[in-house]
């Protein structure tokens, strides 16, 4: 049933023609019903009268308007010829139902005025003399009626299509607003991902770089100083790889999950475990904190933290055999103010003042938009001294 219903659907033309064969024989048939009661008939206008008001119904949705016209033709010629009202006759109110549903906006307005003057038009060219004035009047206002639903019918139809048409477009738009947003996000995800293995890999690689060369140096002459290297080596690298299971978690489940072997974001309380890091692998950090320190959200958490050990590992890797750093952690009432400095060499110029050169300068990058993303401010650049200096100020509320 639902096969032949969609072939229904697709050959409205020979729907409409079936059916106008089956009008053509009902006319037909009364047709020669009232020739044999009434005695003669003008059937040379009969005819073809009645096969143009079938072309009618065969065409109706293929050309409404042209449809239309013809009907209205045919119409003026039943008047003009004397050609009594029959079964053919539904044709027009047909037409009228379709060029309001699906005609352009002056044939169905068009429409709406030749229905309403047909059934007036037909009484007064062929009165019923047996009911009189008033009952002429009734059968005139009754014959109209129907083309006024067919009418309203159709108009209602209109409405209705453009209403889903429209429902169907916005819903065509919306998912492609969700396809944008969720591309968008799946960016979004990969950039905050590819800084946060930025920041695992270019800290913990780079001390345990600089722990195995100091080993490697003084592994004859200073056998302890070289198992103690060792031993930084293996909990860097034990570090390294527990942020990286976080990530791979990060990236199976969606979610950062606290349980199993997987382990929390790191905080500002974690910046003096990553001092003292830093100060096992060679380097000389002061650190300290002015202000009553007090819990932060997260995001503004682990931006604090990451910009310190970008920052860190910056020095490390651009300072010097001989670069010593400084740390301050102030909070205020509506933010935290980050001071990370060096008396090194400093960066080349091309790494903070163009983002990047060949590849390079990707932790100031990641630093900038995690900035941006809390809502905060970071300058980066050259101590006038020597050195590098960066300054970032974390709102606790991000900017709208």
């Not at 930025?198 to 056998?223: C, E, I, K």
């Not at 958490?301 to 920052?311: D, G």
Request: charged letters at 20%.
């Amino acid at each position: 049933m639902q096969r032949l219903y969609d072939f229904l659907r697709r050959h409205p033309t020979g729907v409409d023609t079936a059916w106008a064969i089956v009008l053509l024989g009902i006319a037909v048939v009364t047709a020669a019903s009232q020739h044999v009661v009434q005695g003669e008939e003008a059937t040379a206008a009969l005819v073809p009268i009645l096969l143009l008001l079938c072309l009618v119904i065969a065409l109706r949705r293929r050309m409404p308007e042209k449809m239309l016209l013809l009907a209205i033709g045919v119409g003026a010629a039943q008047l003009a010829l004397d050609v009594e009202t029959m079964p053919a006759d539904f044709a027009m109110l047909v037409i009228v139902y379709t060029v309001a549903a699906t005609g352009a906006r002056w044939a169905s307005r068009l429409a709406l005025g030749v229905g309403l003057c047909a059934a007036p038009m037909a009484q007064l060219r062929w009165p019923n003399e047996v009911t009189g004035t008033g009952g002429n009047i009734a059968l005139m206002v009754f014959q109209t009626v129907p083309f006024a639903l067919a009418w309203v019918l159709g108009d209602s139809i209109r409405t209705r299509r453009a209403y889903f048409a429209q429902l169907e477009e916005r819903a065509a738009r919306l998912e492609k607003e969700r396809e944008a947003q969720s591309k968008v996000a799946v960016a979004a995800e990969r950039a905050r991902i590819a800084r946060e293995l930025h920041d695992v890999v270019a800290h913990n690689v780079s001390v345990m770089v600089v722990q195995a060369d100091g080993a490697a140096y003084v592994l004859d002459a200073a056998p302890d100083q070289a198992k103690k290297a060792l031993e930084t080596i293996s909990s860097t690298g034990r570090q390294a790889l527990a942020e990286m299971r976080r990530l791979l978690g990060v990236l199976r489940t969606g979610e950062h999950q606290e349980s199993g072997e997987y382990v929390p974001q790191p905080d500002v309380q974690q910046i003096e475990d990553l001092v003292g890091q830093c100060r096992g692998s060679g380097l000389p950090v002061d650190f300290k904190v002015e202000g009553t320190p007090r819990p932060l959200p997260s995001g503004v958490e682990l931006t604090a933290y990451r910009i310190v050990q970008e920052a860190l590992t910056n020095t490390r890797k651009h300072g010097g055999p001989n670069a010593g750093a400084s740390v301050r952690l102030v909070y205020f009432d509506d933010g935290l103010g980050l001071l990370v400095e060096d008396d090194g060499k400093g960066a080349p110029h091309e790494l903070y003042e163009e983002g990047g050169l060949d590849g390079q300068g990707h932790g100031l990058i990641g630093m900038r938009e995690r900035v941006g993303m809390v809502g905060g401010t970071l300058d980066a650049g050259p101590r006038p001294g020597g050195g590098f200096r960066i300054s970032a100020l974390l709102p606790l509320k991000p900017a709208h």
